[in-house]
């Protein structure tokens, strides 16, 4: 009978010492493509889990874990796609960490291929416990760009496209009153990166609608929108019918709440070599055009844009500029980075200096690279006179601006003083952008061929200048003639230190002592 019950006692202090169960979150935890998320994962009762063995895996993965701890260490034995990429950490600030049976995951880098189940696994001597916790990953992809072409007189076929989304977004189109318009075509693509891109088209007529809105959203409700205003779009008279081969889009689409985006858009019959004709016309519809803008002005001054400038610095790309290569003229810092008009240029003609060019000295053949700009030295007013963009060619000499085309190697945007802002497009856009931008930052899609420019102060996006890169392209900078303020190739704070998510690992595969 005493030995039944110690018996009986003895069982009980062994359940009670090793018998633990494992607790996850019930709901799918959400990440973002790109960044890094903490899978919670603990045992109850509390017990330190130093001791026992934790393993992270997909299903059926047992051997090939996501994350394995042993032995009071991280091991070694890991599926590639995940080394470097994984650690222990604490769920949260209040959680006591691994001596508390807290054993959660932090994944960095999400890919769309990490989503799905994971299993934590925890083991001790006598016992097992293991449950699956639901990764779900989603990406909110690029402000959508805006493309019209006329159909006819009357009609305008406006396209609308957006990359960069997970899951599959919805693609909605609305007039000004919020009336939802019916696309004429949708479709969804997927690239290597496995993300969703949109493509959606819609005929509408200038009697329709002031303002069209195209917005992409996923099912969580985030969303992004580009808006046109289709009033504002212009066709010169000497307009011929359409040639889809020759031209370069250029887009100037504003989004954001209340923000109204006023595009510009000529365009003219381009045969092969053959000049336009009619340039004293197509002049005075310039004019007419930027006085438009800048009867409108008010509105945009009123509104700060919901630009997400953290988002556009993931893609940061230090520059410096090829001292080698630059202008003569032009003085250049030691580190490479500030460049002004030397003392020595004299210029002679009157009108922008195209030919003071420098060029940065990384090339891009692919991806999405992001650099910023800096057009004010304060006591300073900004700049009034720079050229930005992207060349083909690391050096140029010539002082034509007409040599300066997107089928010869340039893309850029220009401030030209008081004759304003200027694109180099085949159907180049002038306009006004007040107040002049303090910082400039320049985003190259390479593979969509879009160069795009946003006032990273105002957070707002500028416009965007749609073409197709098939060789190597660099960065191009024109610091103008007789500005106070250099202009200056500014170094982006690396968003990954601004989004340290909750808190350090505690442990981690490539720290020296775990
Ligand atoms: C992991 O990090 C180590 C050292 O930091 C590095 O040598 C290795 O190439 C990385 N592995 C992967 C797959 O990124
Ligand atoms: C409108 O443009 C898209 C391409 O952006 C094209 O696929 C569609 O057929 C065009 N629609 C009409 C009616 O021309
Ligand atoms: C897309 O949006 C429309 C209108 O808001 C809605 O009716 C439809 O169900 C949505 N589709 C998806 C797949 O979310």
Redesign the pocket.
């Known amino acids: 009978m005493l030995s039944f019950i110690i018996a009986l006692l003895v069982n009980l202090l062994i359940e009670t010492s090793v018998s633990f169960t494992v607790v996850v979150p019930p709901d799918p935890v959400v990440g973002q493509i790109g960044s890094s998320v903490i899978l919670p994962c603990w045992i109850v009762p509390p017990e330190d889990a130093e001791a026992l063995e934790i393993r992270w895996y997909r299903q059926e993965k047992f051997s090939n874990p996501v994350l394995f701890y042993n032995n009071g260490k991280l091991q070694d034995t890991q599926e590639e796609p995940y080394r470097n990429r994984t650690s222990l950490t604490s769920r949260s600030d209040q959680s006591g960490g691994l001596k508390d049976g807290d054993v959660s995951l932090r994944l960095d880098k999400l890919r769309v291929q990490d989503e799905g189940p994971l299993r934590c696994y925890v083991s001790g001597e006598k016992q097992y416990a293991s449950e699956d916790v639901f990764l779900k990953v989603k990406a909110l992809g690029s402000t959508p760009v805006l493309v019209p072409k006329p159909l006819d007189d009357e009609q305008i076929n406006i396209s609308c496209r957006s990359s960069g989304w997970y899951p599959k977004p919805?693609v909605?189109w609305t007039s000004d009153d919020g009336s939802?318009l019916h696309p004429g075509g949708s479709s969804h693509s997927r690239g290597a990166d496995e993300m969703f891109s949109v493509h959606s088209w819609i005929a509408v007529s200038r009697s329709d609608a002031q303002l069209v809105s195209c917005s992409v959203s996923l099912?969580t409700g985030e969303l992004k929108e580009g808006r046109m205003d289709i009033q504002g779009i212009i066709f010169s008279e000497s307009s011929g019918p359409w040639k889809a081969l020759f031209f370069t889009f250029l887009i100037f689409a504003l989004l954001g709440l209340g923000l109204v985006g006023f595009f510009l858009y000529k365009y003219r019959e381009r045969l092969t070599g053959k000049k336009p004709a009619k340039e004293n016309s197509e002049e005075e519809t310039m004019e007419k055009l930027t006085k438009e803008v800048v009867g409108d002005e008010n509105i945009e001054d009123a509104v700060v844009g919901d630009e997400n400038i953290e988002e556009l610095r993931k893609h940061a790309v230090e520059i410096t500029i090829d001292r080698e290569h630059s202008h003569p003229d032009l003085k250049v810092t030691k580190d490479c980075k500030i460049m002004r008009d030397g003392p020595n240029y004299n210029q002679t003609e009157d009108g922008f200096p195209y030919q003071l060019c420098a060029f940065g000295t990384q090339s891009f053949t692919s991806g999405r690279h992001y650099w910023e700009v800096d057009l004010v030295t304060p006591p300073n007013p900004p700049k009034d006179y720079w050229l930005i963009g992207v060349a083909k060619h690391g050096h140029f000499h010539e002082k034509d601006r007409s040599a300066l085309t997107p089928s010869s190697g340039y893309w850029f945007l220009c401030s030209d003083g008081p004759h304003g802002f200027h694109t180099n497009t085949v159907t180049p856009v002038k306009l006004s952008l007040t107040p002049r931008p303090e910082q400039l930052g320049v985003l190259l899609d390479y593979d969509d061929g879009q160069l795009s420019f946003y006032n990273v102060k105002e957070r707002k996006h500028l416009l965007t200048i749609s073409s197709r890169f098939s060789e190597p392209v660099v960065p191009l900078f024109n610091p103008g003639v007789g500005d106070l303020s250099p202009l200056k190739i500014l170094d982006c704070p690396n968003p990954d230190e601004l989004t340290v998510e909750s808190s350090q690992p505690l442990l981690s595969n490539n720290s020296s002592d775990a």
């Open positions: 919805n909605t939802p099912k």
